[in-house]
């Protein structure tokens, strides 16, 4: 069993994704070849799989860049939370075991193994789903969370596009709440932080696999049909990056479906619902600001840290003479979203100058 799950969880995340994302692509493309009796062409396969508009635009320069960025740093902006997994577990294990010191533990057997991933899971998809769910309501969160909202078109990349500091409060929430799991788990059942950490991780792997992950930041709308009761289907995240008014704040989960139909934010697209993705009231062009270092690192943190003078002390943006950014965008054009869903893919309406409202800080979501 042990050898079975460290094969499993070894087995390389590159492969899994790419071959999860050509995979659809191909079958797709081969489906539509038959569907509509057209010739073979490479070209046309290649176009289906990776749209040629996709490769020359910023946003999927930007996916690339903050790829490789994350791959170095991402260890430094982690480490909170695991220190956060291992300090709640271990305070929970020994809280138990002083409480209940004539317990024995109870020993693990496949059974139990398979019922703790299941509730692990839940747990971090639980923490996950606070998590995002607030990123969208509160606007020093927002700020951070839009940088990931700002890519136009999807491609697996853009999974890891997003500011690195949600890696420290997601991965702080997440190592709370999973952590007291897993301090149960090791004072029940006898088992050590490894192990119980590892059983996190083997879920979200193997739900990575059924909900089709990869696809999640594609262009290929695929349902899980009946799953979608409970998992987070590629169609249902693509839906989450709409700004398309009826698609605002909706589908928060990563893999478990399970929390947005419970609290309402579940939404289920028809076949063929178009997603326009992007920020509700940024026109494409500003969201270009997002694709430089600056204005996906730096400018996010200014805007977080001005929210927050803003909650704290709100008359600091009244006293005459203080200085006001320019507004982030504009809360009026998020009308024209509705209509932008019949035409997806065409320029949205131009953003005239308005003065900055107190809402266009905090946003709508995208
Ligand atoms: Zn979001
Ligand atoms: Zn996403």
Known sequence: MENLQTYFLNFPQFAVTWGIFFGAGLLSFFF???????????????????????????????????????????????APGLAATALVSSATDFGLRSVFADF????????????????????????????????????????????????DFLNPLTSKRGHSFPLVYGGIAAGVITGTFAGLFMFLFGISLVEAVALRAVASKI????????????????????????????????????????????????????FDW?????????????????????????????????????????????????????????KPGAKQDPPTFIIETQKRTEQGAETAGSAPAAIGPRPPSPASNSGTIG
């Open 32 to 78: 539509l070849l038959w569907r509509d009796r057209s010739d073979f062409s490479f070209r046309e396969m290649f176009e289906h799989c990776v749209p040629f508009n996709v490769l020359t635009s910023k946003s999927f320069h930007m996916d690339v860049i903050i790829y490789v960025w994350r791959k170095l740093t991402d260890l430094v902006f982690v």
């Open 104 to 151: 024995s533990p109870l020993g693990i057997n496949y059974v139990v193994t398979f019922a703790c991933t299941i509730v692990m899971l839940i747990a971090a998809e639980f923490a996950d789903y606070l998590v995002h769910y607030l990123e969208h309501k509160v606007p020093a969160l927002w700020e951070l969370h839009k940088v990931h909202h700002s890519a």
């Open 207 to 258: 739900f990575t696999i059924w909900t089709l992950d990869p696809l999640k930041h594609s262009h290929i709308p695929v349902s899980l049909g009946w799953f979608d009761r409970f998992l987070i289907s590629p169609h249902m995240h693509q839906i989450h990056h709409s700004k398309v008014e009826r698609h605002w704040d909706k589908n928060f989960g990563t893999n478990l479906s399970i």
């Open 262 to 318: 419970m609290f309402g934010t579940g939404y289920r697209p028809e076949r063929g619902e178009k997603a326009v993705f992007g920020i509700s009231g940024y026109s494409n062009a500003s969201l270009q600001k997002f694709n430089t270092f600056k204005g996906a690192y730096f400018d996010p943190v200014m805007r977080s840290w001005k929210a927050i003078v803003a909650q704290v002390r709100p008359d600091v943006h009244a």
